[in-house]
Nanobody, 122 residues
Framework: VQLQASGGGLVQAGGSLTLSCAASGRTFSSYAMGWFRQTAGKEREFVAAISWSGGTTYYADSVKGRFTISRDNAKNTVYLQMNSLHPEDTAVYYC????????????????WGQGTEVTVSS
């Protein structure tokens, strides 16, 4: 599975952005998907995950109620809708695919996209 993240950019605090992650390969629908973020000098941080069917979602406490993860298996794409953005949401966001394991830990993921940068100005 190859992943291509897009949709990052510069937005003011309180604004919204939607990230997309397009996957290649016919096995996309068999993977759960996650979004992580990372800032300089810090470890990659879990943001959200969604089961292979889209029926179950998981969120970090810091984004719960503001971010929504979704997927369209017909389009091989997973999305991260980000609302009410805060300056502390500034990071490079990565999408990743996981077959098995705890969705909250980056080391369980099998494939990673290249990252898309989100900057939230105050």
């Amino acid at each position: 599975v190859q992943l291509q993240a897009s949709g990052g950019g510069l937005v003011q605090a309180g604004g919204s952005l939607t990230l997309s992650c397009a996957a290649s390969g016919r096995t996309f629908s068999s993977y759960a998907m996650g979004w992580f973020r990372q800032t300089a000098g810090k470890e990659r941080e879990f943001v959200a995950a969604i089961s292979w069917s889209g029926g179950t979602t998981y969120y970090a406490d810091s984004v719960k109620g503001r971010f929504t993860i979704s997927r369209d298996n017909a389009k091989n794409t997973v999305y991260l809708q980000m609302n009410s953005l805060h300056p502390e949401d500034t990071a490079v966001y990565y999408c990743a695919a996981i077959k098995d394991g705890n969705y909250y830990y980056a080391y369980n993921y099998d494939y990673w996209g290249q990252g898309t940068e989100v900057t939230v100005s105050s």
